[in-house]
């Protein structure tokens, strides 16, 4: 089985590819809830003859699907989460299915089906004999919440891999060479005394002004914090009704820095402060670490293969009527939105994609060198084994992800992406299989970059937040 060949066992599955992804759209699950979904894909693999290992690191959702003996073993990263409140129907104004409701903001229907079907026709390359070694898809959930890849590392899944690929929905196709912050999310939890805040107020010892004492003690910390580092917080739990001094008051803090040691310093401070409101007001503190996760580390040399096969693939084969919805779905967007997200395109790229509201040209990577001001749990993987990931154009040009046009593209003609995908993943992973020398090379260029082997950023109490469902 050539190349070729595998690209079109993946053409002969794109109605099923792409009504996988349409399901997985209308029932969107968030978090560490993603029954259906991660059942879905799981039980499609187990029917392909997939050896499927649910329940990974304490998750439900979490699965890993392994065919074939030996090595190399290669991985391919797959997620299907969706996000809070973005519920939203296929058309080009803002309506919701159902106000309040979950809707696939970033992509993952499509994420998590284009890595299965790269997947599968591996293993069929496999069966026939035209490769040997192991392919493994990771069924990942919490991707939003950087919780699964997390526990998933810290269970050791993920440790004898020789190289992982994947993927994610964006505005334009090309490798992702970025770094990513490093991550800690935390809650604080405090408890006080309650008392009637008008006729005995000196009875009571308020978590709420804990919580508040603690935020302002930050709001001055930032000061004297990296530039590229982040802090952001919510009141979770803020008392009850305004004439009762609250007994307990909650506050979620994500901790982001260029490094995982900088998250680590910052966590420190952040956990002197916390006490520091205690002694103000005279309460306790729990403090709970929800999750950690590492900076991205992207593998030039695996890079260049996913490239490679973007380019011998083309652009996208979008429709002319995707491209008109498309054009629909951009003219609901403001004209600086659009500016903000191509800026970080050089031209003539800029140009270009300002013309078209599907720009599905593969090119070279923009965000080489840069640091993204977000973090990812795919940082983890890429600790402990040889990772590579792309862009792949999914949306309208000037698109952010987490939108409802994000959501309607979603589940409309960005399914043509997800197949494409698959074709990309499945063609880099051929090419590894099929030359041990470039695995040789990326695990060499990881052991050069690497400041450090990867140790778990999770307290061995930890457990997954099965609660946490907001991004």
Known sequence: MTKDTIHERIEERRTELVSLTRTIWENPELGLQ???????????????????????????????????????????LGEY???????????????????????????HNLFGVGSLGAAIAIKEAI??????????????PAEETLVGKVYMARSGVFDDLDAALTWHPSQVSAPWKARSLAMNSLEYTFTGQS?????????????????ELMNLGVEFMREHISEDARIHYSITNGGGAPNVVPAEASVWYFVRASTRSGVDRITDWLDDIADGATLMSQTTV???????CYDY???????????????????????????????????????ATIESRLSVLSEPVRSAARDQALYSEPMESF???????????VGDVSWITPVAQFWCA?????????????VAANGDFAATSAVYAAKVLAGSAYDLFTTPSLIETANEELRSTRPHEYESPLPETAEPPMEMDVN
Not at 302 to 322: C, F, H, K, Q, W
Not at 367 to 377: F, I, K, M, N
């Open 297 to 335: 580390i992207a593998n030039d040399t695996l890079s260049d293969v996913l490239l490679s096969n973007m380019r011998e693939l083309g652009e996208i084969p979008y429709t002319e009527a995707d491209r008109e919805f498309a054009a629909e779905l951009r003219d609901t967007l403001d004209e």
């Open 127 to 140: 069966e026939s004999g035209e490769i040997d070694g192991t392919i493994r898809y990771y069924g990942c």
């Open 34 to 76: 993603e029954t259906d979904s991660a059942g879905l894909l799981a039980n499609t693999l187990a029917e392909e003859g997939f050896t499927v290992e649910r329940g990974i690191g304490g998750m439900p959702t979490a699965f890993a699907a392994s065919y074939g003996t030996g090595d190399p073993t290669i991985g391919i």
């Open 286 to 292: 729990d403090r709970q670490f929800l999750t950690g």
């Open 81 to 107: 989460d969706a996000l809070p409140g973005l519920s939203q129907k296929v058309g080009a104004q803002r309506e919701p299915v159902e106000v309040g409701a979950p809707g696939h903001g970033c992509g």
């Open 195 to 211: 008392a009637h805040a008008a006729d005995s107020p000196e009875s009571g010892r308020s978590a709420l002004d804990a919580v």
């Open 394 to 406: 999914s949306w309208p040009a000037g698109t952010p992800s987490h939108t409802w046009q994000a």
């Open 367 to 377: 965000d080489e060198g840069t640091v993204l001001s977000g973090s990812t749990d």
